[in-house]
Structure formats: C-alpha cells, structure tokens
C-alpha cells in the first residue's frame, strides 16, 4: 500500500513560462527513459520478485527507487505544468487580456500552432501529458522484467543510465530556470540510482572499474547539479518506507561505484516542499465553472464550516 | 512524495495455479480500463488540476483515488503473479520435476504454447505484464485529462462504472478462489469510487436518479462480494493521506448515490494485510543464481549480521 | 452527405453461434485489408481528389465503391454479432440458465477464456469489435492516399485482391453458414471492385491479361460464391448515389477483365434486407437496464402514443 | 445501406491557404475526439444495439447521429484539403511558378519542412490525413462499445463535449475563415449531439441541472456560433433516414438540456451545399498524367458522347 | 555494401509441421529481443558509430555481428515457415486432399481457428511473419542507439542475454526437431555476442567476475545446445567481412568471459548449408498461378535456354 | 548468409549540416514506404517464396532487390547522420565552442527544440533513427508478404512507386548537395526496381502500355537525376550474388517498361565508395570517453601492434 504526502520531492525555481522547455521535459516524464517508465519497471519488478527470504534486500531495492520514482512523476509532472502555465498570454503579449476565451474572435491559443506539441493547448489544458518529446504515447512495452535478477539488474543500470543522459542532454537545451532546477534534481538522482543497481551487481561479484557513472560527466559544467553533487545527494538511497521494514541498506552501502570518493548512505525521505493548485486559464475552459457551478462549490465549502462549527464536532 | 508500507490492501485467498485466469484479470491491471489506467488518469488530474483554493477537495478526491490505484495496481498484479506460478507444474503433472531447466531435453514450459498469453512464460517469468487480456500493451493514449472539471469528473464516472462492468464480466468467467477474491474486492471498490465521482458531480447539481451503481448488479449474485458490501466497503472513501492534509471529506459524505441507503465516510487507509516474496523458478532461469552467486548473496547477509553485531551498533 | 436506410446490403443466413468463426471475420472487418479500410481509403481518396472537370468519373468510381464499403462494415459487423450472440450458452450447455449474471457464483462466460478473443466478451457484449483476426486494432496508417491517380488505382486493386484472397481463406476455415453466407458475397463484390479498379487502369491504357481476377480462383469450389456469380453480381457496380449525379458508369462498362465473358454495368443500389435488434444479454449487463430503468423506457414509448393519438396529430 | 449525395452538409468559406490551422483541424478530424471516432463509435453502437422494441429509439438516436458523423468526416476533410491546397506557393511567393515539380533544381516544397505536418506534402498531396494534429494515426481501440446502454449514452455525452471543448479551443488558435466556417458548424452540431445523448440520459431519469452545455461558453464570444445558434442549430437533430423509419423523436424532444430555452426538433436532414473537385498540383505528381494518360481520359469521355448520342440512347 | 549467399548460416533439421512451435520461434524472430532487433540495432550503431580511427575495432564488431544477424533473420524466418509449411493437412487427417482450396465446400484451413497465430494462415500463407510471439508487430522503437559507446555495449550485453534467456525458455516448451535445432543454434551464437560485448567491456575496464553467461545454465542440460559447445561455438567471432578489413578481432580475442576456459577465435563466416525452395500451397492461393500463368513462366524458362544454346553465348 | 564489405553503395556529396533535410529523409529510411520497408518486405518475400524450381528466378529478383535495399539503408542511414553531424553548431554560431557539453550551463544543443525531430538531439546523438518524418516508428505491420506472386509482384510495383514519388516530393523540399545526391541515387534506383517488378508482372502477360514510370517526371527537371539516368542506371539489376547463381536475369531482359528506350541489363554490383567514422561530439556524451576510457582503448591497440610484431606472427 501507498501513502502521499502533499509535497514535492524537490523545490521547482520560478521562471517565465516556456512551451519549448516543457516539451523537452516530457522526454524525462512519458519518454522510454523517462520517469514514468523507471517507476513501472520497479514496482513490476517488485511485485513479480523471486528469490528466498535472503534475497529480500533485493527486492526492497527495486520498491524503494520504484516509489521513489513515483514522487519524481509528480515532481516533473508539475514542472511541465508550471512551464506551460500562461504561456500563450506571455510571448510579447502580456498586457494583452488573452486569458479570455475567444471573445469577440480573438486568438488568444494562436501560439500552439507552432510550439512543440500542440496536444499541450488542444488536448490538455496547459498541463502534463504521459507522451515523450516526440509526442509518443507512453507503453507498456517499455517495463523490462525478465525476472532473471542478473539481467534484471543490468538493465535497471542501463536504464538509469540512459536517463541521465538524456538530461544531460535537455539541460543543454534550455537556460530556463524552472526547467534546471528539476533536470538538475533528476540528474543527481538518477546517478543515485545508478549507484543502487550498479553496486547490488558488485554483490554479485562485478568490479565496474573506472566506467561509472554514465555519462562521464563533471557536475561542474552544469552549476545547478554541482550544487546538490556537493550535498551528496547522489549517494543517498531513501526507502520511502513508512514502516522502516526495508533491507535495501544491506546492499547500498561502501564506497560509492562512482569513483567519486563518497560513501552510500540510506534514509527514509527528503524533506520536501509545498504544492499548490494551478490557477483557473478561462481560454482552455478549464476548470471550466460558471457563476452558477463557483456558486455550488461555495455553498460546499459553507456547508462544510457550518458542519465544522456546530455543536458536538 | 509516496511512501510505501509493506501490506497489500487486500488479502488474496489461496487456490491452484490458473493461467487463463491469470490472463484475464490482466485487462484489470493493464487493459483501457484497469488499474494502471485510473492510476495514471488520476494522478495527471490532480498534477494538473486548475481552479481556486475553495477547489481544493476536487484535487484531494483525485489524489485520494489515484493512490489507491498504486495499491490495487499492487494487488491485481500480485493476483496474476500467484496465477501463473507454478502453473506449468500443475496441470495432472503435479509429480514432475519442472523445475528443472529442460535437463535432458524436457519440456517443463510446453503449457505456455497453448495458454492464454505465451508471454506469461516467455517474456515474463510466470509474472505479471504491463498488458491488457489480449495483449494489447497499456497506452500513455489512454489518459484522460481535459482540464475542465465537469467532464474530467463525467469521464471518471463513466470509467469507475466500465471497470466495475467489465470485473463482474471476470467474475463470471472463473470460480478460481484467488481470482476472485481479487476481483470481488475491486467490484466493491470501483463502486466507491463510481460513489465518489457521482457525489462530485451531485455537488455541482447533477441528479443521478436510480442509474447508479452501473452495472445494475445486486451484491447477492455474487457471494464474494456481498461479504465486502454487507461491510459497508462500497461507501468508505480512503484519502491515503500521510500528513491527513486531504480535504476529499467535504466532498464524500451524506447519502450515497448508489441508492443502497448507505451514508458515505472517509478513513486514511485499511489494515492491510502481509505480502511474501515468490519462490525460485529454475525452468524460467528466475532469480537464475548459481550456487556461487547465491553464495555471494549469503556472504552481503552474513557481513550485515556482523555489522549489526559489532560494538557501537 | 449521407443517408441511412434500414436495410442490410445483403442477407445473413441462420445457423448456430460460433465464436471461432466470428473472430475470423473480425479480419474482414477490421484488419489491414478489411472492409473499414477500404471504406476509408476510399473516401479519403474521394474526398482529396484532384483533377479536371473530364476526371470525375474517377472521383465518382471512389466515392461510390466508398458509400458501398460502409454497408460491408454494417453487414459484417452484423454477421460477427450474430456469431457471437448466445455463444457462451451455446457449447452443450444449452438448457442452462446461462443469460443470468453470475447467480450464486456461476460462470456463465467461461466461454470467453480460451475462444478466440477474450475482449468479444470482456470488452464488448457479444459484439463486433473494430479490430483484426490478430485483437490489433484498426489503424489510419492504413490508408493509402498518394494523391497520385495511377498509384491510388493500383493500391486499390491490390488491395480489393487481398481482401478477397483473405476472404477465400476464411471461407475455407468454417463452414458456418452465418459466416459463410456473409463472406461468399464479400468474395464477389471484391471481384466486382477488383474490375472496377482494373478496369479505369484500362481506360489508361494498361492491359491486364490473363492475370485478373486475383486469386485466380473457381467459383465452382465455393458452392455459396457460385450462386452469386451465377447471377452476376461480381459485374455490377453500384453508384450509391442518392441525386443520380455519378458518372462512374463512364469507366465501368465493356467486356469484365476478369476474363469471365460478362459485361460490366452498373446499378444505383441492391434491394437491400430487413435488419433487427439483438436480444438482451443479462450475462454481459447489457443493455444492463433493470426493472426501474424498464419503466421509465416504457413511459417514453407510451408518453409517445399518447401525443401521436392526440387531437391535432 | 449508405446513400450518397453530392452536397457538403455545410457551406466552407473561402480564404486563404493555412497548413497550420489545417493541421489544428486534424485533430477534429483523426483524433482521439474527433469525426472519425464518433462516426466508427455510434456506428458500431448500432450494429451491436442490444434490447426488445421499445428500445428502439436509441438505437435510432445512434444510427441517426452516427450517419451524420460521416458528413462530419466529409466536411472537415474537405476544409483541411482546402486549408492545404496551394499553400506551398502562397506565403509571399506568389508570383512563383512554385506548382513545377522541381523545375531546374528548384524547392517549390520547401515549407513542408517546418510547417506542422510534413505528411501533409510528403505522404498526402496537400490533403487531408486519418492523423490527429500531433501526427498519431487514428486508432480502433478509440472505439468505445461497452454494450451496456448507460454507460454507453455517458461516454458518448462526455466524447461530444470533449469535442466540443476542442473544437472550442481550435477557433482560438486561428482566425481563417475557411477552418472557422467548418469549426463553429461542428462546435454547434456536438452541442445537438451533447443534447441528444443528455436527453437519451433524461429519459432513464438523471436531472443534469445547470451543468450543460460543456464546456460552458456563451456563443456570443464566437461570432460565427453564434450566426448558428440565432437560426437553433444546436437543438435539431437530423435523422439522415431514407425510409423515414427512425424513431429518434421519440427521445429528441421537449426543453433542451442545455438550458437555452429552446425546444428540441427533428428533421430529415439540411438543405446541403454543392462539392467540387481539387486542382492538379504538378509539384506533387497529383493527379500525376501526362499528356498521353490525359488524352486517353479525354478519348473516354469522347466515347461517352459518341455513345450517349448513338441511335438508340 | 551487402552481398548475399545462397547458403543458410545452420542446417535445419527435418521433423514434422508444428505450427505452437513456429508461434513460439515468432518472438526470437519479431518480438522485442529477437533477430530482426539485434540486426536493426547494431547496424544503425555502425552507421551511427563516433569516434577516433582508434575505435575502428568497436565498430567493426557491431557491424560484424549486425550482418550475422540479417543471417540469423533468414535462418529463424525459414525455420518458423518450414515449421507451418503443410500443417492444415498435417493433424490426423495426412490422407486428405487439403491442397485443394475448399472445393465443394471443404475447409482444408480448419486448423488456423484455434493454432496460435491466425494469421500465419490468414494474412500469411503458411509462413514467417515480423511480428512476435504474441502477435505484435515489430517495433522501430525497439532500437537503442544513445551513441554513448559504454550504453550501447552494455544495452547489447543485456539485449544477447535477453535473447538466449528466452530462447532456453523456447527450447523447453517443445520438442520439435526442427524448431530446436535453430533455438540450439542460436543459443549458441547469443552465448557468443554476449562474450564479444562482455569482452568490448573489459577492454574498457570492467571485470564481469562469475556472472556470464546469462543465463547461467549448463549446456548439458540442452543436448543439442551441447554438441555446438562442444564445437566451441560459442566462442568463435565472425567478421562476414568480404573485403577483410574489420578489425573486430583486436576486441575478440583472450580468454572468454563465459569463463568456460576457452580462448576467443575470429573467423570470416561458417560454411553454410544448401536452401531450397517452399512447395506450392494450393488452398492458401500460393503461388495462385493457373495452368495459363504457369505456361508464360515455363516460356520464359524455355526462352533462357535457347538464348543460353544459341551461338554467340 | 549475408556478407558485407566496407563500401557505400553510392558517393555522399559534401554540403553543410541540416537538420530539417535530415527530417525528410527519415521518411525515406524509417517511412511506411522506405528503405527499411523495401528491404524487409522483399527478405521476407524470398524466405517465406513458393513454387518449383522453374520459378527461381521470381525468387532470386526479390532475394537481389531485398539484399540492395541493405545497402540503401546504409546510404540513407549515413547521410541523415551526416546532415544532422555538427548541426548544433552551425547556425549562424559557427565560432562558438558548442561541441563542450554544457559548461558553464551553456545551451549548445538548443538547436533541438524548434528542428523538426527533437529526438535526433536527445534520444540518437545526431544520428540517423528508425522513423518516419513525422517520427513514427518503423512497424512490422508495414511487411506485405501474402504468398500469391502476382499481388506481392503488384504491391512491390506500387511500392516502389510510391517510394520514388515521395523521393520527388523531397527532392523538391531541400537543395542541400548532401541531401540530394542521396535522394537523387535512390529516385534512379527505385525506377530500376519499379522496372523489375514491372518486367516480372509482363512475363505473366501484363502489358503496361505508357503509365510507367510513376510518377511521371522527366529526369531534365531534376539535373542531379539526369546525370544518373544518362548513365543508365535506372535500367540495370544488381543481384548483390557472392556466389553468382542468382536466376534473376532471366526476368531483367529487353526493353524497359519504362518507355525510355534502353535495354534492361543485370550486374552483380556497383563499385561502391570508400566510408569513414563520424566524429566525437561531446556535446552528446558521444562516445562519452574520458582520458581514462581513451587511454585503455589505446592500450589495446598498442596490444595489437605487439602482438602483430612478435615473432611467429
């Protein structure tokens, strides 16, 4: 079973609205290297586990990054959304009133015919969608689980991997604030993970020798990530378990297969930051509530304090 | 941010191995209508949400549902994990030795040619996949999310009621005790939720009349679920809420629109009930140790318990 | 623009339910060479066709074997409907109460876990489903659309010669004669569109030989086709054209280039045959109404009598 | 049985080329919303209509609005191939002799490499494509068909306003009048739809209170809606019957769930406006004849008259 | 530039028609980790291959072993076609005339209504297909080419394991002669691509330690796997290099990382075994050449000899 | 058996980066009618071809066509790679140290964000990929391969066609020299295979009469065409034979159906050009090797410069 908690794994810097970042976002969110693959591989890998009772550390592994991951859908889900939150009011148009649907024959959508994926205007409402860059639907064919734990776990490194490359690669896209400030986060903690799967294959007898992490990168090219690099956050594995039965400390341990002089460490979870509710964007019709449906949510919000005030609560 | 607790939200009855019955709960797990499905559409809603802070039990109702569909995406994967093992074994050959790898040119997997779905034994290790009962990989196409409330409540309705149709339709398709025990829980579930969309709607003036529940079923028919619906489950509403910060309560109360003369409630979250880890399938090469790969396995456990032992822990 | 009438292009014979047969048709229907492919590859065609005022009979040709491909979707869909409905009471369990759902924990749909495609009864109500023999789904990367006259003429016999190559080959896979009354007539009409793509390649000045019609195939082995061909139906061709303005009859007349000594001509439309409702499937909960919802269907039938025996009416 | 006529069921404007409100359209054309699925959803809940004879209006309502979807699918095609048809040579190169394929070396396709759609001048001639407008194919499992009327007539109320919404924020993103006439048309035409499926609904008792139309937007902010909505277009539905046989009617009446103060009307089907057929595009190879391929098409239509003229006709 | 041989690269041993085993043989020739995948990959990292000219040797090995597999597609592909070859008439019925295509009625293709894959009959005629084990077709989006040298080698490492583990799982659900003397085979050759990517690795500094190979079976259990280890291939490299000039053997070279204590050789290509061609399938309409087409080919036939004696040649 | 020698099949001429021509060529490579198509559908025709042995050469035609489409996946695939290498770079900021992964938080690959594929930048590194122009993956589902020889010699004749239609359509997009000696190859050589399927089609008694080739373009408008058609090189087959018993000359013989007045002749195949390795770029991580991983790779050249020296050797 999960819980949620109502905050955000990691901080999202605020910056202008930025369709384009958003859409490069969406590789690390609905790509097949993306967050919401990581997070179904590992549960699957986890629900469909084989081993005897000392190959449990194993499995606590693989739901400890799974539920991870789930927070890091939500925390690149949101991000997306903040990008494209009032961007076609912001180009060089800004005292213009183009939060009004279409009054009078206004445009105020023009801006989704050419910007990255207009399925962002069209289909959502300037929000996250569960494609990749290239407009993708997210598959099922992603999840690997081959329930062969060597192969399982070699992929798991691969695949992390490969996320981290790819945000590599996206942090060189675009200088927006908003946008760094998660692909930074990810970044560090995808080198986390490919710590977690590199070091259970050494418990299995691999020596990685000199090729971890992957991509060979120096953090220092990139100011956001040398940050959380100096905080170590990269050799951190949290459980996210609410009742500390998790094992995967046996394995995330010692120094760390990055080569980068630190030692792996466990904890439960970060502290993490408020959420909030985006605002209402009348040109989508989202959320779409006249006076008279506002005026009911209202009357449920009194009714609600009358309840709350009356005698015996 | 999710956090994980190691109990399933339902306890799963015992039976034999059943792949066919296995295929066809995984239109529950990764079919159009199934619980990766609501999962993903509801944490995209409440990622995505819009409106006003008067809203907010909107978002918390979404969040509050979506989590519970990570655990029933844990249970009904778990189910059809059950199903499947130990399945080519079962078959009038209970005294074979399958478990071995094909020594001497045998055949242990041959059930996988003509069951159901060959990926079962093929692709996954007699394990849960991320497909639909006809194989059908789960699609990122399947998320809906409009942004505007009405019709992302009216979808969510209509999508509770065809998940709920289509586990009474399984229901009558297998009398496998594990099956059912699964697919009775979830029938009285999505009832809840179908209970939580309706009300939603109710308070932005709908009247539902007597169409509710849908399908149109009587508990009675079904003796697996009457014992969950004479418990009152269809009217409970779970928030799932670690910090109890949900507002989803405001929302889910008074009578319920099922028309079964219930009030509705909310809670945080059910017992839950212990999970277990499945054992070693040596014809599917799952966990595939050798006996110096278990041994390396052996000396990680030993190291922990001398770590555990030594002065200063 | 189109009309509707309520007439079935051709008639369904009466046999027993038969599922496996059913699927079979499902390729008709909804696989790549099926009758919603050629339905829409025509009417894109039509509808993206270029030329001057002297090549609309090659537009009209398009649009009039289009109009008639949507009464072939009507009429097989029908036929894999009735192959379906009843079937899972149909295999030696006849007196059984089998139209209950589930009463005291039956599985009256057992049927569906090893016939063919589960989704005939998990998804859909005994019911046709817009999909291929395989469970893939229809899909618009299948029309073929170049804009380019000669190459669509090609494509479009190609394709009416698969289809009734595939349609040979179903027939020689059931002998059911819902089925097979369905799929002897599709034979014949695709041959009638063979000679119609054929022969506006004619009119180009292509000289087909010996080759057409393709598959080279004796009506006298298929005694259901044989009939049909008796009477001449793979030499007519129907313009479907409501306002009589088709001049596709500029291209289909002359000697068949299917070698088989007839003439083309043509016709605005068969006689057509009555259609009918399918029964209730409580089984399936559908149409799911129970006595409640009943009464309110039988008010409106009555309500309407009541004003059709009003004064005034 | 389908009948054609040659006539659009509305008049598209004239205006200029726009390939990227042509592909904006494409979404109301090949999306996961748009006319091909409504089209394929209702005709598919006709044939496989389940219930005894008084449920025959609702199987009416769907045959009725299912044939005039494929009007829909006529018209909007139509208004992309429009949209597209010359648009290489307009952007500020008129006077070019762009139509030449590729005359000494020249790019008259250059704008086909940044303008939304590639395929639009790569796969099709500057014509319309069964794509949504992020390019996906339309899919079958779109179709939704559960067979249980209920949820059949909710998933078809929230399809048309979810349409209706998208159409909605298509006319935001672009003023040319040509995708304007043909959008405003359809965004009032799914209003009829949203009602009759509301009213269909009504009849099995839910009171939908104040929340309809979605989304709630007043007509007065789209002009050219609101030109519709003065003359009640949005409260008739056509029943596109022949043999007049349909007992719509029974359901399409009384106060329009949409709150608007009008009542609900049938009719056959509206007046229609005359087609006509697409130019050559040299620079596509469409039609693609050359002089001999011409003359034979002329010495076709030739024979026509000599035929037409012989004694005898 | 490719040359081609008329040789298969392994004999393929005679048995009887197994149509479940050539659906099985599908996944290892379409499906995500099968031949037409390994092919595709690794020539689209040749093309795509960076480096300096001291990285020769990398390249060369990917595209040696990605021209091994086009090999391995026409090895396994013949395989699966010979395994259908015939197998309507095959099931008990060996005396029937089932080449005939349903004369008077008959249905010689019973059998594809409940074999597997229907469409190795339908959409096929009795042959291989590029689709999986389960029916899906296969995936550009399978390929994996991050040009990060260390990504692709150990994606490749994973991808040849993957294989053989599913293979080895193939081979223990049948015991058809002719389906596992290809699996033998190519669980052999996988062995060997898992060592030439194992070893590219350790020349990069990785130490693999006891875990290869993947799976981590002995050769005895699998009799024919046996007699080609034996053989040692599993640790021979072929270039299939016409020109000479790969470099792959400065990779493939040492003690192989299988640790079964051989030394790795290189080779330019095996010897090869003798093709033939498939017989005529008259119920199937294949080749569907009646005696007048089959009298044009044997003209053409007769034409090649008197050119061939005539003087001058 | 497949053999590969390190030549391309055709010379790339030298132009500048662009990626949006690269865009177009995907159609041609990963497109429903390109290069990876052509290959596929004809390995699959040969393998799975029926009839008698006076039939080979029909067989031996698709087995030469098939393996030179190999060869033409390796000249698309290069090229595209080409025109996309160093593009980051090149637009305008020619001097800038783009190639430096993101120092400093620099943006060196925000190129990607408004080119075409996005993907190109962030899932290949500036590589060619499996895909469309519009970046759908390449399908299995595309593969015709029916068994009747006259349908798969009429799709084959088709889909050269078009293939060569669409090859037209791009030329006329782009006029980069890199692009369009590509293009320019593949127009001539698809002309040849339109021949052969064609001439293939005439030994059956088709007569063509003047509608080849399609599309209809005179070769004068295209002068990088015309160079290759003055050469004849639309009128010779290679059969890519390494042991020269290919049959297929007995098809590819007389007057072209083309009507352009030469003789068809066969060859075993072309020259060819020599090919080189593309460059690091470390924007990409690719290769991604740090002085560490260099220098092992460089010790195992030196390795082979030892052992190459040694005595004995």
Redesign the interface.
Known sequence: ?????????NEIAVDEPDP??A??LQ?GL???FGE?RTM?QY??QS???????????Y?DLL??VG?EE??H??LI??TI?RLLDGSPAYQGRKNDPVD???????????I???H????H???????????D?????????Y?Y???????DL??N??LE??GR??K????????NKTA?STIAYLIVRDQAHENAFAKA?E?????????LP????NAE????VKKLVDRGLQSVQYT????N?SEAD??YRGASPSNDGTELTTDV??Q?FPMS?????K????????P??LA???A??EQ?IRIADSPGN
């Open positions: 079973m999960y819980l949620h908690t109502e905050l955000l794994i384009a970042a859409n490069a590789e609905g790509g097949q919401m179904m549960l699957f629900i469909n586990f084989r081993g005897d009772v000392k190959s449990k550390p499995k739901q400890g539920t789930i927070s859908v939500e889900g949101t959304s009004k649907p279409g009054a009078r024959g206004a445009t105020p959508l023009s989704a015919l050419d990255s994926n207009i399925h205007y069209l289909v959502g409402a300037q929000g996250a969608l569960p494609v860059a290239a407009g993708n639907p997210w598959s099922g064919s999840v689980n081959s329930g062969n734990l060597v192969l070699l992929y490194l691969m991997s490969t490359l790819q590599c690669r996206i942090y060189e896209m675009t200088d760094r294959l418990s299995l007898g691999v020596d990685w020798g000199k090729v992957i991509p060979k990168t090219r990139f100011p956001e996210f378990s609410a009742d039965l046996k394995l979870m970060p993490g509710i985006s605002p209402e964007r040109e989508e019709f989202s959320p779409g509530l006249d008279e449906l009911l949510i209202q449920t919000a609600e």
